[in-house]
Every structure is written in structure tokens, then in C-alpha cells.
């Protein structure tokens, strides 16, 4: 008797077909019927071609950088209207007041301003103090005025904007007194104007000291 007679004779027959039509997917069962591949090996790039091809990447990166536009700054319109202080300009808005002891050989120069009485005071102490009888030369005169047919042996300049307007320099009074100075080769002191002398008295003592250089240079032959 056959395995299928038995099968049938027991009622089994149609479930032992069904079962052995059923695949076995068991772990074991997939791995044998799956077919075993190796694995991919990395494929090696030839040294040659990287570096040609890192070649390539940096030729195109800069090309599109020298083609692309550069941004520059526009120039500025605007103009720099600060001005460095100048002689000249000094010169042309300061005027003068200038006095001149009987033989010529002695000027003072005040700043052109209406003085008060005060400084008129002061400025007639000044004279008598060096011993000089002075006029009034010229009410109002420009620097390059000042020596018109003058040749004085000595040339005194109260304040730091006169010294500053007849000297064409921009240097403070203190750098300039004490020392003897040049106008179109005639010497010149520098010192302290009337106002200064009043509100400051105890700088008259300087002011006494700059005008005995003068009255050295007044002495010279």
C-alpha cells in the first residue's frame, strides 16, 4: 500500500499536499535558497585622475570668480571743508593799531580793536616804563603794511593773534615769547596784549621781562 493510499485512507491526503506546497521560510531555509554575492569591493581611483579632477574644480572656481562683478566704493562727492589754519588767512582778518616812538626806531603793535580805557591806561604805563615818547602811526593796517617807510631796530607785538597775523605762523604766544623774531629781517618780541595784562596781573612781571629784550635790541648800534 502506497504513502498516498494511507494518507487518503486516514483523510490526511489533502492536507499533506497543502503542507508540501507551502515553501519553508524558515531563517535557515532563506539563507540556503538565497544565492551568496560578494560584497562590492571599493573601486580604487587611480592618484592620476583625483588630482586632475581636483584640478579641474579649482581651474572652474576661480574662473567664476574672475568672472563675477567686483563692487567698488563710489567716490565721495563730498568736499572736505576742513581747512588748516594758514598764515595768509590770519593776515587778512586782523588789523592793526600801530604807535612808534619819536625816532622811528621803536613800534608797538596792538590789535586793531578799539582799545578800552583801561588798556589805554596800561598801554601808556608800557611806554613811560621804557622810556619812549610814541604817536600813533596807523589806525588800522594790515601786516605786510607795517614796515611802509619804517626800518625800526626793534618791533614789539602785543597778543598772540597779532604776533601770529605779522609773523604768518600759527604757534601759541608761550612758544613765542622769550625769544627774539624775525620780520623781513627786523626783530621782533613777541608778548602779552593789554586785556591779557588786566585780567592777568601777575603776568605783568613776563611782560616786563619781554620788553627789556627790546629795549636790548633798542641799545644795540
Not at 24 to 30: G, I
Request: proline fraction near 5%.
Amino acid at each position: 500500500m502506497t504513502r498516498e493510499e494511507i494518507l487518503k485512507e486516514l483523510e490526511l491526503w489533502p492536507l499533506w499536499k497543502l503542507k508540501a506546497m507551502v515553501p519553508d521560510m524558515s531563517a535557515e531555509a532563506v539563507e540556503q535558497r538565497e544565492p551568496k554575492t560578494k560584497p562590492e569591493a571599493d573601486v580604487a581611483v587611480p592618484m592620476d585622475e583625483a588630482v586632475a579632477a581636483e584640478a579641474t574644480v579649482e581651474e572652474t572656481v576661480t574662473k567664476v570668480a574672475q568672472d563675477m562683478p567686483v563692487y567698488r566704493e563710489p567716490e565721495s562727492t563730498l568736499v572736505d571743508t576742513a581747512v588748516e589754519p594758514q598764515a595768509d588767512q590770519a593776515v587778512k582778518h586782523v588789523s592793526l593799531q600801530v604807535f612808534a616812538s619819536d625816532d622811528g626806531q621803536c613800534l608797538l603793535v596792538h590789535h586793531g580793536e578799539t582799545p578800552t580805557q583801561d588798556q589805554i591806561v596800561i598801554r601808556n604805563n608800557i611806554a613811560r616804563a621804557m622810556r619812549l615818547n610814541i604817536k600813533l602811526l596807523a589806525d588800522v593796517v594790515a601786516p605786510d603794511q607795517l614796515l611802509e617807510n619804517h626800518h625800526p631796530k626793534a618791533i614789539v607785538l602785543f597778543g598772540e593773534k597779532v604776533a601770529q597775523a605779522v609773523l604768518a605762523i600759527v604757534e601759541p604766544l608761550e612758544e613765542l615769547r622769550g625769544i627774539e623774531l624775525d620780520f623781513n629781517e627786523h626783530a621782533c618780541v613777541a608778548t602779552y596784549d593789554m586785556q591779557h595784562l588786566i585780567e592777568h596781573v601777575e603776568d605783568k612781571r613776563k611782560a616786563w621781562q619781554d620788553l627789556c629784550m627790546a629795549l636790548e635790541l633798542l641799545a644795540i648800534e
